[in-house]
């Protein structure tokens, strides 16, 4: 299939062509015909299926079909749960609509909001946004979705984990009812169904390769390990291995400073990326990381979640992830599309059930190896970590009042409660 053939205009052809992408992806095939046909899109999608142009395409063709003369409101929203990811779907929307006559711009919190404000006052058709930030910018009367036409909510799974249901909510509630609905999720939990059933009418559902497909591509092993040794352990198996380009997650934002601080002491060019680091510090440590100018970048999920980078030879997990899915979406950094990638974990006896769930889920033991001098402690507890002891912490089911446990609840946590600049705290 090509691009031509799914309808898209002239000048989206030449955008997508200097781009250099010569088929569209299976997401793309799949959801650009009914979003052109002005369809509601239900797509089960995670980063690197190219779903950004999956929705970002056909959006821009309907928007450019039908322009608004002078003055320009906002006809498009697309919701992220990230800076990161927010800034990344603007680079594309920028790139994509570069032939055609549509103005855009981005928002989010953590950084000065005159500009942002300036952008929207000078009209704009698309507008990408955190929630936090769009909702701060709607309460001063700086902006208005009142003439929004489509609505696009991405990675919406990653929107409830970090518990803005309430926020949408206030967002769609700012909408006009009669609008197209594109609704982008990895995963499906009941409360993601919940959602989409309250947002889409009669949805047409679009999905991209399994998941699992991509779990058995990538070489996996589990090293099984003191939990006081993780540290020299990773060190010596990037070291000795001349590791470059190293993706590491930590569960914890302060678990990633202290790593990432070691690694630097023992000569390893090292960034951590994390909610507590000025956006700035971010854009930084992820250019100095695709650059190889930074061999290690060490990461918690919620930073890491759609970073645009390219397929990385190693993904570590120095901390196995309480939550499945995460692994799977951690590990889906390397191997995709048939590159050769490793995915290592670094398992202490008190991740061992953490192990077992995701073994479970992956429906497959993962290959278990012990490296001299760092055998694992056969005293130690296997009792899982409690949640509190790491602040980015997401333990199964538990609610939990704290700002952050709820911040971080897991999918099936129902006791959300509104946030307020939400954004500036991811
Ligand atoms: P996404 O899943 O939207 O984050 O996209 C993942 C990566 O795939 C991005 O770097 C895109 O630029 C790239 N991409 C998107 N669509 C295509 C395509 N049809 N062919 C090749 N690369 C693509």
């Given at each position: 299939m090509?691009?031509?053939?799914?309808g898209?205009s002239?000048?989206?052809l030449?955008?997508?062509?200097k781009k250099?992408y010569t088929?569209?992806?299976?997401?793309?095939?799949?959801?650009?015909?009914?979003?052109?046909?002005?369809k509601?899109?239900?797509?089960?999608?995670?980063?690197?299926?190219?779903k950004?142009?999956?929705f970002?395409?056909?959006?821009l063709?309907?928007?450019?079909?039908?322009?608004?003369?002078k003055?320009?409101?906002i006809?498009?929203?697309?919701?992220?749960?990230?800076?990161?990811?927010?800034?990344q779907?603007?680079?594309?929307?920028k790139?994509?609509?570069?032939?055609?006559?549509l103005?855009?711009?981005v928002?989010?919190g953590?950084?000065?909001?005159k500009?942002q404000?300036?952008?929207?006052?000078q009209?704009?058709?698309?507008?990408?946004?955190?929630?936090?930030?769009?909702l701060?910018?709607?309460?001063?009367?700086?902006?208005?979705?009142?003439r929004?036409?489509?609505?696009?909510l991405?990675?919406a799974?990653?929107m409830?984990?970090?518990?803005?249901?309430?926020d949408?909510?206030?967002?769609?509630?700012?909408?006009p009812?009669?609008?197209?609905?594109?609704?982008?999720?990895?995963?499906?939990?009941?409360?993601?169904?919940?959602?989409?059933?309250?947002?889409?009418?009669?949805?047409i559902?679009?999905?991209?390769?399994?998941e699992?497909?991509?779990?058995?591509?990538?070489?996996q092993?589990?090293?099984?390990?003191?939990k006081?040794k993780?540290?020299?352990?990773?060190?010596?198996?990037i070291?000795?291995?001349?590791w470059?380009?190293?993706?590491?997650?930590?569960?914890t934002?302060?678990?990633?400073n202290?790593?990432?601080e070691?690694?630097?002491?023992?000569?390893?060019t090292?960034a951590?990326?994390?909610?507590?680091?000025s956006?700035?510090?971010?854009t930084?440590?992820?250019?100095g990381?695709?650059?190889?100018?930074?061999?290690?970048?060490?990461?918690?999920d919620i930073?890491?979640?759609g970073?645009?980078i390219?397929?990385?030879?190693?993904v570590?997990n120095?901390?196995?992830?309480?939550?499945?899915?995460d692994?799977?979406?951690?590990?889906?950094r390397?191997?995709r599309?048939?590159a050769s990638?490793e995915?290592?974990?670094l398992?202490?006896?008190?991740?061992?059930?953490?192990?077992?769930?995701i073994?479970?889920?992956?429906?497959?033991k993962?290959?278990?190896?012990v490296?001299e001098?760092?055998?694992?402690d056969?005293?130690?507890?296997?009792?899982?970590?409690k949640?509190g002891?790491?602040r980015?912490?997401?333990?199964?089911?538990?609610s939990?009042?704290?700002?952050?446990?709820?911040?971080?609840?897991?999918?099936?946590?129902?006791?959300?409660?509104?946030?307020?600049?939400?954004?500036?705290?991811?």
């Amino acid at each position: 299939m090509s691009f031509q053939s799914l309808g898209l205009s002239e000048a989206l052809l030449k955008a997508v062509s200097k781009k250099g992408y010569t088929t569209p992806s299976p997401i793309q095939q799949k959801a650009i015909p009914p979003v052109l046909e002005g369809k509601d899109v239900l797509a089960s999608a995670q980063t690197g299926t190219g779903k950004t142009a999956g929705f970002t395409l056909p959006l821009l063709h309907l928007l450019s079909e039908n322009p608004k003369e002078k003055y320009r409101p906002i006809r498009a929203l697309i919701l992220t749960p990230t800076r990161e990811l927010a800034a990344q779907v603007y680079a594309n929307v920028k790139e994509y609509s570069e032939f055609l006559n549509l103005r855009s711009a981005v928002i989010f919190g953590g950084v000065n909001q005159k500009p942002q404000a300036s952008a929207i006052r000078q009209g704009i058709d698309i507008l990408v946004a955190t929630p936090g930030r769009l909702l701060d910018l709607q309460n001063q009367g700086l902006l208005s979705l009142k003439r929004v036409e489509i609505f696009v909510l991405d990675e919406a799974d990653r929107m409830l984990d970090m518990g803005f249901l309430r926020d949408i909510e206030k967002v769609i509630a700012m909408m006009p009812e009669k609008r197209q609905n594109l609704m982008f999720s990895a995963t499906f939990s009941k409360d993601i169904k919940k959602l989409a059933h309250g947002i889409l009418n009669y949805p047409i559902q679009v999905e991209a390769t399994p998941e699992n497909t991509t779990v058995e591509a990538i070489s996996q092993k589990v090293y099984r390990v003191a939990k006081a040794k993780k540290t020299d352990l990773i060190i010596k198996l990037i070291s000795e291995g001349n590791w470059k380009q190293v993706l590491v997650f930590t569960r914890t934002k302060h678990g990633a400073n202290r790593l990432c601080e070691k690694m630097v002491k023992s000569g390893i060019t090292a960034a951590a990326i994390h909610g507590n680091k000025s956006q700035g510090a971010r854009t930084k440590a992820l250019a100095g990381f695709k650059t190889a100018k930074i061999r290690v970048l060490v990461a918690t999920d919620i930073a890491a979640r759609g970073l645009d980078i390219p397929l990385l030879p190693h993904v570590i997990n120095f901390e196995l992830p309480n939550i499945s899915e995460d692994y799977v979406h951690r590990i889906g950094r390397t191997g995709r599309a048939g590159a050769s990638g490793e995915a290592l974990s670094l398992v202490s006896a008190d991740e061992t059930t953490f192990l077992k769930d995701i073994e479970k889920l992956i429906e497959m033991k993962l290959p278990v190896e012990v490296v001299e001098g760092f055998e694992p402690d056969p005293n130690a507890s296997t009792v899982p970590i409690k949640q509190g002891q790491g602040r980015q912490n997401r333990s199964r089911g538990n609610s939990n009042n704290s700002r952050n446990s709820n911040r971080n609840s897991n999918r099936n946590n129902k006791s959300r409660r509104p946030k307020r600049n939400s954004d500036r705290r991811n």
